[in-house]
C-alpha cells in the first residue's frame, strides 16, 4: 500500500464549476502538505503550502487538511480552462521534511 | 528570474553509456532534490543533498550518482548500471522547511 493515495482521475468538470481533490495518507508524522500544479511536459508548480491541520485560502484555491482523518483536499472555484493540469499532493514529516511523498496526480480537464 | 534551470530538456542514451543531466538554481537555497517521474507513478526521490559536499540516498539511488560541489549545481549522472532509465527527471530545490520548487524537467529516452 503506497503512503499517500490519489484518484488518477481524469477528472472531468464544465468552466465555472467548483474542482474538488483530495488524498489520503497513511503516515501520521506527516505535518507539512502542499499541492502542485503540473503542465504537460512541464516541472510542478508550487500552489499551497500547509503546515499541520486546518484550511488555507488564496484566491480560487482553498486547501484543507484533516490530520483526524488522514485527508488533504484542493478546491479550485470558478474553474477555467486554464485550469486543466494534473494535480500533485505531497506531504513530509518533521524528522524527514525534506523528503516528500507524492500521490500519484489527478488528471483534470475543464471543458468550455 | 530566479529559479531553477535542467539541460538539456531532452536526451537520448545508448546502450552501455553513462550520461549526465545538469541542475542550477539561483534562488539561494541549501537543498536540492532529483526525482524521477513516470506514467501514473507520480515523484520518486532519486538522491537529495542539504548542504554542499553531502547527499543521502532517496528510494530509487541504484543506478544513478550524483555530485554537490557548489551549492548552485547539483548534477545527476544515470550509469549504464539503470537498466530502466526512460523517464522525465525533475530537479527540485528548496530551504529548510519550505516548500520545494521544481524546474522544468528532462525527459531521458534510450536509442
Known amino acids: 500500500q503506497k503512503e499517500v493515495e490519489q484518484d488518477p482521475g481524469p477528472l472531468s468538470v464544465p468552466e465555472g464549476a467548483i474542482v474538488s481533490l483530495n488524498c489520503t495518507y497513511s503516515n501520521s508524522a506527516f505535518q507539512y502538505f502542499m499541492w502542485y500544479r503540473q503542465y504537460s511536459r512541464k516541472g510542478p508548480e508550487l500552489l499551497m503550502y500547509?503546515?499541520?491541520?486546518g484550511n488555507k485560502e488564496d484566491g480560487r484555491f482553498t486547501a484543507q487538511v484533516d490530520k483526524s482523518s488522514k485527508y488533504i483536499s484542493l478546491f479550485i472555484r470558478d474553474s477555467q480552462p486554464s485550469d486543466s493540469a494534473t494535480y500533485l499532493c505531497a506531504m513530509s514529516s518533521t524528522d524527514s521534511w525534506g523528503k516528500l511523498q507524492f500521490g500519484a496526480g489527478t488528471q483534470v480537464v475543464v471543458t468550455p | 528570474d530566479g529559479g531553477i534551470t535542467q539541460s538539456p530538456k531532452y536526451l537520448f542514451r545508448k546502450e552501455g553509456q553513462n550520461v549526465t543531466l545538469s541542475c542550477e538554481q539561483n534562488?539561494?537555497?541549501?537543498?536540492m532534490y532529483w526525482y524521477r517521474q513516470d506514467p501514473g507513478q507520480g515523484l520518486r526521490l532519486i538522491y537529495y543533498s542539504q548542504i554542499v559536499n553531502d547527499f543521502q540516498k532517496g528510494d530509487i539511488a541504484e543506478g544513478y550518482s550524483v555530485s554537490r560541489e557548489k551549492k548552485e549545481s547539483f548534477p545527476l549522472t544515470v550509469t549504464s548500471a539503470q537498466k530502466n532509465p526512460t523517464a522525465f527527471y525533475l530537479c527540485?530545490?528548496?530551504?529548510?522547511?519550505?516548500?520545494?520548487?521544481f524546474g522544468d524537467g528532462t525527459r531521458l529516452s534510450i536509442l
Open positions: 500547509t503546515y499541520s491541520s
Open positions: 534562488l539561494n537555497h541549501d537543498a
Open positions: 527540485a530545490s528548496s530551504s529548510s522547511y519550505q516548500p520545494q520548487h
